[in-house]
Antibody
Framework: QVHLVQSGAEVKKPGASVKVSCKVS????????MHWVRQAPGKGLEWMGT????????IYPQTFQGRVTLTEDTSTESAYMDLSSLRSEDTAVYYC??????????WGQGTLVTVSS | SYVLTQPPSVSVAPGKTAKITCGGD??????VHWYQQRPGQAPILVIY???DRPSGIPERFSGSNSGNTATLTISRVEAGDEADYYC???????????FGGGTKLTVL
């Protein structure tokens, strides 16, 4: 069983950056492909990208290219999502999620990021 | 990029059957996964690879996928099934993941 615990809520000003962490237990990070998904208030789920531990590369949808960076630290079994140039539309709950195959079997509890001046 | 289309809302009386659709171009050639999300909670997987149920998910939840439509079926609907439901696939051409827009299930 994989357990994902995310860092706490953040409040940021427009133009700033935010880094959200996701600590893994039950499996090692190198055995998992960690994904990030966000959900704006009252909106649906939006996939932000994934980090492939096999080649150390991340892939991102066009929507987030150039603004999001996914990294991992195997020494702390933690994955990170860094989003830059924040704007009000980035106010959302951010989730890390992973699974054995193509599905997201396990989710973190979510981290609320509020962007406000 | 690949697009999945869901109806915004579905309503059903308790004890009846709810069907939530997920449309996409030849979605029948892809594996579809379904998530339930209650207000204020993280999503949970209820169906994976079109029709498999994770342990702990009631048999009332089932899935199918053919042609251009995947369907989540909830039999003998209960009040506790009221939630948002999302379909999701992996776009093999890009390895990107795609979510449908979500369907709010209301139990009358």
């Amino acid at each position: 069983q994989v357990h994902l615990v995310q860092s706490g809520a953040e409040v940021k000003k427009p133009g700033a950056s935010v880094k959200v962490s996701c600590k893994v237990s039950g499996y090692t990070l190198t055995e998992l492909s960690m994904h990030w998904v966000r959900q704006a208030p009252g909106k649906g789920l939006e996939w932000m990208g994934t980090f492939d531990p096999e080649d150390g590369e991340a892939i991102y949808p066009q929507t987030f290219q150039g603004r999001v960076t996914l990294t991992e630290d195997t020494s702390t079994e933690s994955a990170y999502m860094d989003l830059s140039s924040l704007r009000s539309e980035d106010t959302a709950v951010y989730y890390c999620a992973t699974g054995v195959g193509d599905s997201f079997d396990f989710w973190g509890q979510g981290t609320l990021v509020t962007v406000s001046s | 990029s690949y697009v999945l289309t869901q109806p915004p809302s579905v309503s059903v009386a308790p004890g009846k059957t709810a069907k939530i659709t997920c449309g996409g171009d030849n979605v029948g050639t892809k594996s579809v996964h379904w998530y339930q999300q209650r207000p204020g909670q993280a999503p949970i997987l209820v169906i994976y690879y079109d029709s498999d149920r994770p342990s702990g998910i009631p048999e009332r939840f089932s899935g199918s996928n053919s042609g251009n439509t995947a369907t989540l079926t909830i039999s003998r609907v209960e009040a506790g099934d009221e939630a948002d439901y999302y379909c999701q696939v992996r776009d093999s051409s890009s390895d990107h993941r795609v979510f449908g827009g979500g369907t709010k299930l209301t139990v009358l």
